[in-house]
């Protein structure tokens, strides 16, 4: 059974950072795209960025690119997302997933999703 478990959220005043991490089990994960989709209250869920399986390419929302960052830690199943300048429109339950096809993360619906972590950014 496959779970992906995040960590690392919480409450941060606007221009401060944190850092999300999500441990994955049940799936050999560098076989793996990860990624971290949001949703904010009364909005629909966003892709946020991407990861590919093993040679690290990226990609990201316009909204958080140069701010966020997305890394990855193959020997031990863990993806993160580093988020810095955090503005308050950032608030959202952060999800990880993770999917054997890097287009479906990006562009279409992942297989795999996590139960997501709460991030508050207050102005």
């Known amino acids: 059974q496959v779970q992906l478990v995040e960590s690392g959220g919480g409450l941060v005043q606007a221009g401060g950072s944190l850092r999300l991490s999500c441990a994955a089990s049940g799936l050999t994960f560098s076989r793996y795209a990860m990624g971290w989709f949001r949703q904010a209250p009364g909005k629909e869920r966003e892709f946020v960025a991407v990861?590919?399986?093993?040679?690290?390419?990226?990609s990201y929302a316009d909204s958080v690119k140069g701010r966020f960052a997305i890394s990855r830690d193959n020997a031990k199943n863990t993806v993160f997302l580093q988020m810095n300048s955090l503005k308050p429109e950032d608030t959202a339950v952060y999800y990880c997933?993770?999917?054997?096809?890097?287009?479906?993360?990006?562009?279409?619906?992942?297989?795999?999703w996590g139960q997501g972590t709460q991030v508050t950014v207050s102005s």
């Open positions: 997933v993770g999917d054997a096809a890097y287009g479906s993360i990006q562009f279409s619906a992942p297989r795999y």
């Open positions: 990861i590919s399986r093993s040679d690290g390419i990226t």
